[in-house]
DNA sequence: GATGAATGAGAATTCATTCAT
DNA sequence: GATGAATGAATTCTCATTCAT
């Protein structure tokens, strides 16, 4: 493998990275996660992605990455940016746990309506992935750390009373098992309303993690 | 010899499968869900379950499966089984719909502790699949049916009252979901304890279903 | 190659063949035959002869012919075996050289009456052999035989005046590549009404050797 | 990428393919033609057409054709322009009928000297062509074609008296599987002076067609 | 003699990656 | 920087043949 892979060229290189480099990359990655949203991660092949990305050959895909991990951590990494652009405003807007789990939920579901390609692409990703290669770990553990952070939020709320009792951990990752669902559903079915699911998804871990005994 | 997928051969042939044929078959199937559980479904080639089925070639998977997807179709066939002959009777034996679905949230995460590559091989194959082959839409069928009838089941609950007013198709996403997202971690950390986790989903969708204002 | 070929098993064992092993290989020369006339030589594999012939495996065959060279010689003695059987007393029925000639012509296509898939399945054999193996070089030398033996009739009938001046080897060679030609025609296009031929087969090579000088 | 077929490259990307593209193919045509002339249809696989073109792996032709189907359409359809360009011109200085058949005869064995592997190759492949592929049926209509033509000349010829009275179609078929015996039997038999037949070939079918009662 | 499961070589095809230009 | 042809490993699948029972 080439030394030149994106996070060393990021770090040696710098902002000697062109604009029109970037913006080759930028142009890759989205197309890599239209095809891996629309035919599976299996068949998300360079060919593929090349054609979407309307380039020549799939050379300029290996010529801007370093392979198709490198690519497909990009892929996680653009999602993630725009999830947090969409989300993290929508969550901090709000002043209560409940508030800003419902504004978690709410917004993740939404974000399928703004950008339907992109939650399906990094489950497709995220769900096809070992921890094998060391590379490989670094998305597995940018999932975990989400539940981590959620984990983390929950078991804060349950502190003060806000939620009740029950193991962070589970709920955090019912939490996102349930969005998961939505999303992989609303991929595989076009038909699917997902945005419809973000109200009842919030209720129902609304009723799942409030303190029943508060107050009384 | 494409007409010998396994659905053909056991409509026109009936009982001519021998015996050992038979054992080849189970012993085939049963490698296949071991190693997709361990490498993942994108990974799980005839070359490495031959390898670990003992056999010499991949010849013989395909002397004895019609192809890759005839192989997929019995491996989520066998998982079903299996499920099903844990699952149901412990389901069957509730007489309350809180009960039952405890019963299957429960016995659905012990079954991960009894096979614990069995789920993961069927969550691997079923995110893996797309509607496109006439062949693999069965497979897809096989797990709607299963949410449409959680779906059914929880509206009946909400009719008796039981259940809370709630979207019960987004509700039996949820649980399929949260499921899933534990099979998964489970599947891809040997660390993860998910029996532990069980009970916890079970109370969670318990608070979640209940009919709070039921007796008021 | 064991050493249980056909031939050897003829000369060597001769008589101590049993009755049921010889109509065995008869059944399955029979298979044979009507399968490369179906489906053409290059996809009668042992499998699908063994289907037709009603047997449960292929090793039946290769138990019963030391290869697929030796059914496949087999299968043009077979044929040849038949179309003496209906032609000869038919040609030597003819007191000239024309009448033998158009006997032969005229006979051969009626033999595609009789016998639907015969003749084709020997196109179809001599067509995809090559004279590399010695056991193959035998098709061609039959076939080869057959063209001569005609090649010196007709130089007889020449001598004696009743054909014209013509070479006798393109003129053998055209009759036999002409009722290949419509043998081939006849097997891809169920359709087509190769009987029909016959006659202008014969009145077209009898203008063709005829000695329009006789008499002058 | 299945929708690089040949077809769909000329029609939908048309003066995109290369120069260096359009070599290849015909190399690999070439080579093609070769292999298939010399081991016949079955045994011309595309590990012996890759090392006969100097290719380090079947993967290259892969690359350049949709498939197998491919491949031989273009081997066919090279053959035929090889053809047309030598044949046409030769037919086309005739003024009669007679003139034309002989010139079409003739230099169609003249071929087999100027191009000995052309021939025999795509006799090869056409007598191993079933109806069945959609693909396929163009090589059959395109060889139909040809005799349809022939049909039609011969049945105009014998409308200006030129030609006797018979069944055009059959007289079209023979004179079609004479040359194609004589192309096989050179393809088989490196000794056979073919080109010495074309005269022969040709005197033979004056004969057959010759209005014998003209001017009577 | 007969059976049918097993074998292993070889087929076409796809893919990520490399490299000369 | 960019291109696209070439590479070679890997994958699924088929086939004739063998061998223990």
Redesign the interface.
């Known amino acids: 493998m080439r030394a030149r892979n994106s996070a060393a060229k990021q770090e040696t290189e710098g902002a000697s990275r062109t604009f029109t480099e970037a913006a080759r990359r930028a142009q890759i990655v989205e197309a890599a996660i239209e095809v891996i949203a629309e035919?599976?991660?299996?068949k998300a092949t360079f060919?593929r992605i090349a054609k979407r990305a309307g380039l020549s050959s799939t050379g300029m895909i290996s010529y801007h990455f370093a392979g198709k991990d490198d690519l497909m951590r990009e892929v996680v990494a653009e999602v993630f940016r725009v999830a947090d652009g969409y989300m993290v405003p929508r969550i901090e807007a709000q002043t209560t746990a409940a508030g800003r789990l419902r504004a978690f939920i709410e917004s993740n579901i939404e974000l399928l309506g703004e950008f339907p390609k992109h939650l399906p692409a990094v489950v497709?990703v995220l769900?096809?992935?070992?921890?094998e290669d060391s590379t490989m770990r670094e998305f597995?553990a940018a999932m975990d750390s989400l539940v981590d952070t959620h984990t983390h939020l929950i078991h804060e709320a349950q502190k003060t009373g806000e939620f009740?009792e029950?193991?962070p951990r589970?709920?955090a990752?019912?939490?996102?098992?349930?969005?998961?669902?939505?999303v992989?559903?609303a991929a595989?079915d076009p038909d699917f309303d997902a945005v419809a699911?973000g109200r009842?998804?919030a209720?129902?871990?609304e009723?799942?993690t409030r303190n029943?005994k508060r107050g009384e």
């Open positions: 035919v599976g991660y299996a060919t497709e769900g096809n992935v070992r921890g597995c009740g029950f193991d589970v709920m990752l019912a939490i996102r098992g349930a969005i998961d669902g939505v992989s559903r595989k699911c009842e998804l209720d129902l871990f009723r799942a029943d």
